[in-house]
C-alpha cells in the first residue's frame, strides 16, 4: 500500500533535482505528519541528501512571521489583568469558567479573519436583544429579574472589543502573540513576509482540508506568484471521487470547492496545473469492514486488544496498525488490553492529566479540605470546625496510587484484607470508619488511627485555606509516591507525577511573579486549569507496528488495518456541542462565516473517511445504546457504510458483531438460569451450620426468595458489604426504633436512669410515663444504633421527625386499647428448639432459631383469655392479607410464595414457643414457667404503617378444627419438606424467575443479574 505521504514525497521527489530540494519548503497540517513526510522522503532517496524543510503550520506561521507564541496559561493572566482594568470586581474563579473559552474565540476571530469590530457589535446586540426580552412584560419580570449577575454577564458582551483590543495592544507591546493573532499577522501581510522575500524557492502544502480563512488567503496567495512557468506553490490534496464527486457528502464539502472554485474570492479554485490527487479506494477498493457493538465504553479497549493479539498471529511482517480513540478516555485501558508483549507500539497523543488516576487523588484531596462540620456550643452559638468527609478519606486510601504504597509499605496486602486480625493502619482505618460508622473524622484522630505512618501524616493536613500549604502537602505526596513507582518501574505513572510536579513549579512561579495571595479556591481554579492543559506527551517513532492516537492525529497519515474505537454519534461526529461565547447566528452569519458545529461534522466525516480510504482491513467498534451507560446510537458514518458505501463498492466486506464480556454468563446459561451444583461438601457444610449455629425463618425466606441469593449468604459465605450511612437508610431506621422499644421492655425489666424495675407487669400509666419521657428513649436509641449519625440536619432530621411520630402514635395507640396490666415475659431474646426430620431416609438433626422482639403475656384479653403474644415489630407496611392463607392453598404457598415471608416468620415463632412449651420441662421465661395447655399462644405483628389494624395476628390453620397437636406435627411436616429440598443435591442452587426480588439483593452484582 502506498500511502497518501508517500505518494506525495514520491511526487516532490521527482520534480526536484536532489540539489533542489533544500530550497523547498513542505508545509503539512500536523507534527506528526512531518515525521512521517521526512520518513518517506528519505525512502525515496538511496543516498544522502540536503533535506527540505518540512513543517507543520503551525510552526510555519511561527517562523515566517518571527513571532513569539504566549505561554497559555501566561495568556490567561493577560487577560485577567486586561479585564481588571475594565472591571475591578471580577471574580477570578468565575473568570477562569469563560475566560479559556473566551481566549478559543479570540483564536478562531483571527484565524477566520473576521472583523473584530463588526463581530463584537452583533455579538452585544444580540445580548442587548435577550435583555430586552428579559424585560417584557410584567409575569416575565417577575421571573427573570435583571441581576447584578445578570448584569454582568451582559457588560461582558459590551465590553468584548475594548478587551480584545486591549489584549492585543498589551501583546503587542510584549513582543508576544497567541496563535490566531500570528494566522492573522501573515494572512494580512503575506507580502511583506513571504511574497517579497522568500526564504524558499517553492511551497507545497501537503494533505489540507477546511481552512481556514487565514490559511486560505496565505495559501492563495502564494498559489498565484509565478515565476516564468513556475508556479511558486503547489497543492497537494487528499481526495476521494466517493465524498468528492458527490455533493452530499459532507466530507467533500471544503475539497469540492476547493477543485471548483464555487464559494471561492473570484471563483478560483485552489490549486495549479492540475489537482492532485483523487483515488476510487472507497469506491473500488477491496476492504474488510468488521462492525462491533459493545455494552460499554470500557469493553471496547478489550475488543481492541483482542482483535490486535489476533491479527499480530495471523500477519507477519511490519504492516501498520493504527489504533484510533475516538474518546481519549480510553487511552489507559487499551494500554492495559494490549498485553505484555506488545512492546512495538507508539502512542501519537498527549493524554491529559486531567484524565489520570493522579488526578483523582488530587481531587479527592481537594474535595476532602472542603468539609467543615457545624455545631452548636454550651452558649448555642454556631462553631465551624473543619471536619473530613469518610467520603473523601475512604476515596483516598482505596486509591490505586495508595494501595500501591500499601502493598510496598505493608506486604501481604491481599492476606491482609482477608485476615480481619492482622491489619495495617490503612485497613483498620477503613474497618473503623465501617464499624463505627465514623462520618465525619478530625485531622488528629486520622493521624492517630495512623499509627505514624507518613502517608497519613502528609495527606491528613488541614490546608486551612492556605494555597502554600496545599503544594508543600502535594510536594510531599509526590516524593512518597515517586519512591513507590520507582521500585515499580512505571514509566507512565513516573510520567503524570513529573508533569504535576513541573506544574507545581510552574504555578509556584506564576503565584509568586504576581505577588498576590490568592484564595484556596481561586488556587483550585487555576490547578485544575493548568491540569486540563497539560498533556503528557507521548511522542516517539514512526515505524513501530501499532500507532496509538486520536483522530485529530490520524490526519494525512494512512494504515493497511484499523481499529477506530467509540464510533457512536456524540463522539465521532462530536454532534451539536460547541465551546464558544458567540452565538450559533453570528458563526453561522455569512458576512462571518466562521465555523458551527455543522463545520466540525463535517470535518470530522473527512477525517473518517480518508482514513478510511487506503485501508485493507477496518474495525468500527461501538458502544450500543443503553440506559445506564448512556451511550448514544452507533455513529452516522457506519450507517453510511452499512447502507450506502456497501451498494457502491461491490469488494466492500462487512460483517457485524455484537461482543458481551460484562457477565460471564452464556447466552444458554443466561436462558436456562445460572445453576449452582450442590457437592457432598457442600451438602455436609450446610448439615453442620443448621445443626450448629441453626437455621432461622429469614434463611428460609432467602431461599424461598432465591435459593441462589441462600448460597452467596450461607454456602459461599459472602457478607453483604458493610456501608458508612450518612443518611439513616431504611435498615437503620428499622433497628432505631426496634432499639427503641428494645431499651424500654428492658427497663421495664431491669429498671433504668427514669424507670424503677417493674418485674415487667407494665400498667397503663407505665406507658403514659414513658409516651412523656419517650424523647430521651429516641435518642439514646438512635446513637446507638447510627453512631456518627446526625439527626438534627437534612434528610435525618426528617427522618427522625418521622420514627418519633410513629413511635408516639403507637405508644397512645397501646395506651387506648391494651389489656393492661400486660406481663413483659422477654424482648429481642434468642430462642433455639433442637428437632430431628427424617430426610430420604436420614435423620437429620438441626435447630430452628428467631430472634423475638418481645414475648409478653396478656390476662384478661376477651378474646384469647390467657395468652402468650410472640410479637415482632415492622416499620414497613404490613396488612392482614400479608399474614392469611386459605388452607386449601397451604400446600403452594407455605413454602413457595416469596410474597408470605412474614407469615413465614410468625408461623415458626409460634411453632418454637409451642414446642418449648411442650416440652417435658415447659418453657421457662424469666421464672416464669409457660404450659401449652395453660396458655393460648399467638404471634403477630405490629405495622407502625398500619398502627390502628392493631397486633396482626398470623392466621392460618393447617385444618379447619385444627388442634395444637396438629400444628406442630404439620409444622414439623412442612420443615422436614424444606430441609429436603434444601439439601436435595438433585436440585441446584438456581436464580429466582422474579427479577422484583434482583432489585434490593445484596449480591446482585455477583451473580450478574
Ligand atoms: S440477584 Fe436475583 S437472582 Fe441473583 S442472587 Fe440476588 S435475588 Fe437471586
Not at 507534527?31 to 544522502?48: C, D, I, S, T
Not at 470546625?385 to 495508595?402: A, D, E, G, M
Request: hydrophobic share 40%; charged share 30%.
Amino acid at each position: 500500500m502506498e500511502t497518501f505521504l508517500e505518494k506525495a514525497a514520491a511526487h516532490i521527489f521527482q520534480k526536484h533535482s536532489i540539489h533542489q530540494l533544500s530550497n523547498i519548503c513542505i508545509v503539512i497540517p500536523s507534527r506528526r505528519g512531518v515525521l512521517y513526510f521526512k520518513q518517506a522522503l528519505a525512502n525515496q532517496a538511496e543516498a544522502p541528501f540536503l533535506a527540505p524543510d518540512v513543517m507543520a503550520i503551525d510552526d510555519f506561521v511561527m517562523n515566517v512571521t518571527g513571532l513569539k507564541q504566549i505561554d497559555p496559561v501566561a495568556l490567561l493572566f493577560e487577560l485577567y489583568d486586561v479585564f481588571k482594568t475594565i472591571d475591578p470586581l471580577v471574580v477570578f474563579e468565575r473568570f477562569m469558567t469563560w475566560a479559556p473559552t473566551l481566549l478559543n474565540d479570540f483564536d478562531k476571530i483571527d484565524q477566520y479573519l473576521v472583523e473584530p469590530k463588526k463581530l463584537f457589535s452583533f455579538m452585544s446586540e444580540a445580548k442587548a436583544l435577550e435583555r430586552w426580552q428579559m424585560q417584557l412584560g410584567e409575569s416575565q419580570r417577575d421571573r427573570l429579574k435583571s441581576t447584578e449577575r445578570t448584569d454582568r454577564y451582559f457588560k461582558l458582551f459590551e465590553n468584548i472589543h475594548e478587551v480584545y483590543n486591549l489584549l492585543q495592544a498589551r501583546l503587542r507591546e510584549k513582543g508576544l502573540v497567541y496563535r490566531g493573532m500570528a494566522y492573522r499577522e501573515l494572512a494580512e501581510h503575506v507580502g511583506t513576509y513571504l511574497l517579497d522575500s522568500p526564504q524558499h524557492k517553492k511551497y507545497y502544502f501537503v494533505g489540507f482540508n477546511a481552512l481556514s480563512n487565514a490559511e486560505e488567503k496565505i495559501i492563495r496567495s502564494l498559489l498565484k506568484r509565478k515565476e516564468g512557468n513556475d508556479f511558486f506553490a503547489e497543492t497537494l490534496w487528499d481526495s476521494d471521487a466517493y465524498y468528492l464527486s458527490n455533493k452530499d457528502q459532507k466530507a467533500g464539502n471544503w475539497l469540492r470547492d476547493y477543485r471548483t472554485g464555487n464559494n471561492m474570492p473570484d471563483q478560483l479554485p485552489l490549486f495549479n496545473n492540475e489537482w492532485n490527487w483523487v483515488s476510487d479506494e472507497l469506491l473500488k477498493g477491496r476492504k474488510n469492514v468488521q462492525i462491533i457493538g459493545v455494552a460499554n465504553a470500557s469493553m471496547q479497549a478489550k475488543v481492541a486488544g483482542k482483535i490486535y493479539a489476533d491479527w499480530n498471529q495471523q500477519i507477519e511482517g511490519q504492516t501498520q496498525t493504527a489504533i484510533v480513540l475516538g474518546d481519549e478516555n480510553l487511552l489507559v485501558p487499551v494500554m492495559n488490553s494490549l498485553g505484555k508483549d506488545v512492546a512495538n507500539l507508539n502512542i501519537t497523543m498527549g493524554l491529559s492529566l486531567k484524565n489520570s488516576m493522579l488526578f483523582t487523588l488530587i481531587d479527592a484531596m481537594f474535595e476532602m479540605q472542603r468539609n467543615l462540620v457545624e455545631f452548636k456550643n454550651a452558649e448555642g452559638e454556631t462553631k465551624r470546625i473543619p471536619k473530613f468527609s469518610y467520603r473523601q478519606v475512604v476515596r483516598i486510601l482505596n486509591h490505586p496510587f495508595v494501595r500501591r504504597y500499601e502493598a510496598m509499605h505493608y506486604p501481604l496486602v491481599e492476606e491482609l484484607i482477608e485476615n480481619e486480625s492482622l491489619q495495617n493502619p490503612i485497613r483498620q482505618t477503613l474497618r473503623d470508619i465501617t464499624v463505627h460508622n465514623k462520618v465525619f473524622l478530625s485531622s488528629k484522630e486520622l493521624k492517630e488511627m495512623g499509627q505514624d505512618d507518613r502517608l497519613f501524616n502528609i495527606v491528613f493536613n488541614h490546608w486551612e485555606q492556605k494555597p502554600k500549604k496545599a503544594v508543600e502537602q502535594f510536594y510531599a505526596l509526590i516524593d512518597l509516591l515517586r519512591e513507590v513507582y520507582r521500585e515499580r518501574q512505571d514509566a507512565v505513572e513516573n510520567e503524570y507525577l513529573y508533569q504535576f510536579y513541573l506544574l507545581l513549579q510552574r504555578m509556584e512561579m506564576i503565584l509568586a511573579e504576581r505577588g498576590e495571595s490568592v484564595s484556596i479556591k481561586s488556587f483550585k481554579t487555576f490547578l485544575y486549569e493548568l491540569i486540563k492543559q497539560t498533556k503528557i506527551p507521548f511522542e516517539s517513532e514512526t515505524d513501530q507496528r501499532l500507532q496509538i492516537m486520536g483522530m485529530l492525529e490520524t490526519r494525512t497519515l494512512d494504515f493497511e488495518r484499523l481499529i477506530i474505537l467509540s464510533v457512536n454519534e456524540g463522539v465521532l461526529p462530536q454532534g451539536k456541542r460547541q465551546n464558544t461565547l458567540i452565538p450559533y447566528e453570528a458563526l453561522s452569519d455569512p458576512q462571518f462565516n466562521l465555523p458551527t458545529h455543522n463545520h466540525a461534522d463535517a470535518v470530522m466525516a473527512y477525517h473518517f473517511f480518508r482514513l478510511s480510504q487506503r485501508a485493507k482491513e477496518v474495525v468500527l467498534v461501538h458502544v450500543l445504546p443503553s440506559d445506564t451507560y448512556g451511550a448514544a446510537e452507533k455513529s452516522r458514518f457506519i450507517l453510511q457504510i452499512e447502507h450506502e458505501l456497501r451498494h457502491l463498492n461491490p469488494n466492500l466486506n462487512i460483517t457485524q458483531n455484537q461482543v458481551n464480556f460484562e457477565t460471564e454468563i452464556t447466552a444458554e446459561e443466561e436462558e436456562s438460569g445460572l445453576k449452582i451444583e450442590k457437592t457432598p461438601d457442600m451438602l455436609a457444610m450446610i448439615e453442620q451450620e443448621i445443626n450448629e449455629r441453626g437455621i432461622y425463618p429469614s434463611h428460609i425466606n432467602q431461599f424461598v426468595d432465591c435459593s441462589m441469593q441462600y448460597y452467596f449468604n450461607k454456602v459461599a459465605g459472602i457478607a453483604p458489604e458493610e456501608e458508612v450511612a450518612e443518611k439513616l437508610a431504611s435498615d437503620s431506621f428499622g433497628n432505631w426504633i426496634h432499639k427503641t422499644f428494645e431499651n424500654i421492655d428492658t427497663a421495664f425489666l431491669k429498671g433504668d436512669d427514669l424507670i424503677e424495675k417493674t418485674d415487667g407487669i407494665i400498667q397503663q400509666s407505665d406507658l403514659e410515663f414513658v409516651l412523656k419521657n419517650i424523647d430521651s428513649y429516641l435518642k439514646k436509641a438512635f446513637e446507638q444504633t447510627n453512631p456518627g449519625l446526625r439527626m438534627t440536619e437534612g434528610e435525618n432530621y426528617i427522618l427522625y421527625q418521622v420514627g418519633e411520630t410513629l413511635v408516639k402514635k403507637f405508644l397512645k395507640f397501646q395506651i387506648a386499647n391494651e389489656a393492661f396490666p400486660i406481663e413483659l415475659l422477654d424482648a429481642e431474646k434468642t430462642l433455639k428448639v433442637g428437632l430431628e426430620v427424617e430426610v430420604n431416609g436420614r435423620t437429620i438433626p438441626f435447630k430452628l432459631a428467631g430472634r423475638i422482639d418481645r414475648i409478653d403475656r396478656i390476662h384478661g384479653d376477651r378474646i384469647h383469655g390467657r395468652t402468650v403474644r410472640v410479637i415482632d415489630y415492622k416499620t414497613g407496611l404490613v396488612k392482614p392479607e400479608d399474614l392469611k392463607v386459605k388452607t386449601d392453598l397451604i400446600d403452594e404457598v407455605l413454602l413457595e410464595e416469596p410474597d408470605k415471608g412474614k407469615l413465614r416468620q410468625l408461623w415458626l415463632y409460634k411453632y418454637m414457643i409451642l414446642k418449648r412449651m411442650m416440652t417435658q420441662y415447659g418453657l421457662s421465661i424469666r421464672g416464669t414457667r409457660l404450659k401449652a395447655d395453660e396458655n393460648k399462644v399467638v404471634s403477630g405483628i405490629y405495622s407502625f404503617r398500619n398502627i390502628e389494624a392493631g397486633l396482626l395476628e398470623q392466621d392460618f390453620k393447617f385444618s379447619d378444627d385444627e388442634t395444637i397437636e396438629e400444628f406442630m406435627i404439620s409444622s414439623e411436616k412442612y420443615l422436614a419438606k424444606f430441609l429436603e429440598k434444601l439439601l436435595n443435591p438433585e436440585i441446584p442452587f438456581s436464580r429466582t424467575e422474579d427479577r422484583d426480588i434482583c432489585t434490593y439483593c445484596d449480591f446482585k452484582r455477583i451473580c450478574g443479574r
